[in-house]
């Protein structure tokens, strides 16, 4: 079960193709979608028993939530891609829908699932509506003087196009008036040029409006560690594994991504102050910026004349991630709550009604301040209660079976972690602080695990032996203890197969025992690699021009120092001016010490070589549709001093593949190609949330 992605794609359609992968199985709960794949063990289903066991069923509000308003929806579960695929598909996770509880899904996550399959268009209030399962995220309406002012487009153009003409048909067509981006992940903006056209925002006859510092994160969160958040992601979200109650189970948040053309429109207005009021379309608006929480750039929303709170992606039906699988910065948990608890005190006396750009709003002002305490608490717990825990000396590598949530908390559906893992974000808190050491001497230079590992199999008396001891822990359920040892010999040996395959059977029922996708998803993913192997490969493309065009010069130079494989330039030294004359930038790229280092809005006198070129024309080599070497051969780009640097500075650039191991012996390694003659910029992810 091998395959092979032969050509470069954008990451969406990489997506696309490997989710497909493994269909034709049976998606019900007898037959596993895999030939190795097995069903939940005793102890797997005891403990799953256990959660429904003591989880809050009674409490059937969110169902209730959920369904409220509903008007309307399409007949298709299907939206088209322009491409021809399907940028969205509800069909597949109708398994869902029957009602029946899956022994190889997590109670609780199932039944967050069975609400995101909400699918159609939705009336919060009179003037403001929700197209909801369309895409990860909603896309939400509020009727303007002259049209429809848009909170948030969805991830993809067809997805965000689809959604318009629901609401269009079933309660008045308008033109789209504004968009409004709630913060800077891709699931809030791609869509944007499905809704609206340039020109128009161009003429003033429309708005974006965006939070502070939007166009900067909207990229840059994503470029520097943009490979590895990529492959990382394929466990977070499980991109191989199919749609089935042994694989894919949804997202939580919503069930998955759209899989269109995402895009990206910088905003005619910033928000930039902590609190902004603003009219948009004859609606009066309060802006709160949340940088820091959810997003380096967020903000919630209030329209006093509707009594009416948006809450962006900061408070909805999960406690979200501190720290994200896939990778990004730890997020800061006590200024999250105090944004929250800022809300309260400003908004939560008025508000009559809450919503959000996932899952369903909250009707009545009792019912917001429940949620919007529970939520502030949440977060405000979490960093309290591990910092208390730090403080008496529990480390980074036992807080996450040591902190607990307190049980009040713990009984509300909202504040559990179907995007952040409760346990993860223990840890985070103190890489926050204190960082990732936990200043035991054996963990402060340790060795590497396929360095270790040889040793700890020789003391272990050898594959035989760890692998009987491991059938032993598997069999009495003991799945963590059977990891650890499993885990050993597959650094000793990672040719093992029959090591591999016990190791996935582990992981396969670590990840049905698991609440939160992005843990289950990566303990299936990995049993799924174990099995099957990684498909092999050149890497993923950038997103799209859209998003390149968005990247700043000295981010693109600073990117490339990061390219720089500085082994091959040991021996190098030179000094380039770079000049952009169309937005009046200028640049100093230098390299000394293996080192290349960028410097905005200086130029050396002593530069070995100065190119001057337009940044539209620099764009192109940052698309990859033409390289500087062309740009220079027909005269687009000037030089100026000695052109051997270029090719010099080009020697030493690496291309990153996505397609390197997380676990040892699951990926044929793929070809090295090196990039000589371009500045082909690396592949850039916009991975999410
Ligand atoms: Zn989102």
Redesign the pocket.
Known sequence: MKTKITKRYCIATIFACISTYGTGVLADDTTHFHPKGKPPSIHTINILEQARAVLPFDDTRDFEENSKGFIAAPKSMKIKAKAGHDAWNMERYQFLASGKQFSSIHPSLQRQSTLNLAYGLYEVIPGIYQVRGFD??NVTFIKGKTGWIVF?PAMTQETAKAALELINEHVEKLPVVAVIYS?S?I??FGGVRGLLDEADVRAGKAQVIAPKDFMQYAVSENVYAGNAMTRRSFFQYGALLPVNPFGHAGMG??QNIGLGEPSLMAPSISIDKPLEELVVDGIKMVFQNTPDAEAPSEMNTYIPSMKALWTA?NITSCVHNIYTLRGAMVRDALLWSKYTNEVLYRFGDEAEVMFA??HWPRWGNKRIKEVLIQQRDAYAHLNNQVLHLANEGVSINEVHNVYEVPPSLQNAWHVRGYHGAVKNNTRAVINRYLGFSDLNPTNLIPLSPSDSAPLYVEMMGGAKKIIAKGRELYAQGKYLEASEILNKLLYADPKNQENKDLLADVFEQLGYQQETPGLRNSFLAAAFELRSGFPEGAPPKVSGPDVIRAMSTELFLEFIGIRMDSKKAEDLAFKINLVTPDNGEKFIAELSNATFTVIEGYQAKDADLTITINRTDLELVMMGVKTLQAQIDDGTAKLKGDNKVLKQLAGTLSDFHVAFEILPGTVNKPVVEEVLNDFEVGPIVTA??
Do not use: P, W, Y
């Open positions: 990860l995220s948030d913060h992940h699931d809030h948040l919503g992606e750009s996932h999410h949330e």
